[in-house]
């Protein structure tokens, strides 16, 4: 929702932004519950280096008293009036904010950055759940690295879990460790799937990274978290056997197949150099 009202703001301006700024205060006390610290929704059209922007702050409560002094009967006296919704003072606490700036005229142009003072410190560069996703309708943006990572580990659950054909499993796992040592800079789920899964398999590949918080959209790669893991491939079957090897060993000495009583028949062929006892 707020991103969608962002976009109103940046490129209708006034004619967008009172009713607009109203929306995100209603839709921030619906989202809100008594645990969240009660406060005030500011929202602001800024100037971010030459781009538009809206920013948008959760400010604490404040309560105060302010004496103007006057003459009463000929006596100086004050004139105290208590204000009930005091804002931007010098004390003022910022709980929460959100930036979001206007790259382009779509919503995917919007880029927005966020900051919870409210988070206990040695947590984490973190943002309460309740206004990042369910009051600005966002999630924290992953680095390269990590994006990498969780592709990975859902890609192999998925051979392991949604593929029942063994010889499959072992050819799909040498094709995504494959894509990933390959010298591109992005990864393509989609093209991925049309270009190494029988096509009986893609779709249920896509619905599964997707629903593990996977982009299925191209996404920059960066394999400084799985270096080690993309060096060879590791085979565990039932009885504790495992078979370890490289990518090229798998892919041109080992074969699986289904046997009739629903065991794997793995065969390695291949010459014998060495063979010794180990703990």
Aim: glycine content about 8%.
């Amino acid at each position: 929702m707020v991103p969608g009202l962002v976009l109103n703001i940046t490129t209708m301006g006034n004619l967008r932004f009172i009713g607009d700024s109203q929306i995100m205060a209603q839709h921030l006390y619906a989202v809100q519950t008594k645990s969240n610290a009660p406060g005030i929704l500011a929202v602001a059209e800024v100037d971010a280096n030459g781009r538009q922007a809206v920013a948008i702050v959760k400010l604490e409560h404040e309560e105060g008293a302010r004496a103007l002094p006057i003459n009463h009967q000929g006596e100086p006296t004050f004139d105290v009036e208590h204000l009930q919704d005091l804002m931007m003072t010098g004390k003022t606490r910022v709980f929460k904010a959100a930036l979001f700036t206007q790259f382009g005229t779509d919503l995917s142009d919007i880029e927005g950055i966020a900051s919870d003072n409210q988070i206990a410190s040695g947590m984490g560069a973190r943002v309460a759940d309740f206004f990042l996703r369910k009051f600005l309708g966002c999630r924290l943006q992953d680095d390269p690295a990590t994006v990498t990572l969780n592709f990975l580990e859902a890609a192999q659950d998925w051979t392991n879990t949604e593929v029942a054909n063994p010889s499959k499993q072992t050819d799909y796992m040498v094709a995504i460790l494959t894509e990933l040592r390959r010298n591109v800079d992005a990864i393509d789920p989609d093209l991925f799937a049309t270009e190494h899964l029988d096509a009986e398999d893609r779709q249920n590949f896509v619905e599964y990274i997707d629903e593990r918080g996977v982009p299925t959209t191209v996404f920059p790669k960066d394999t400084g978290l799985i270096a080690t893991q993309l060096r060879k491939v590791s085979m565990t079957l039932a009885s504790g056997l495992t078979v370890i090897g490289t990518l090229d060993a798998f892919d041109e000495k080992v074969k699986t197949n289904l046997t009739d009583d629903g065991q794997v028949e793995v065969s390695i062929t291949d010459r014998l150099t060495n063979v010794k006892g180990r703990g």
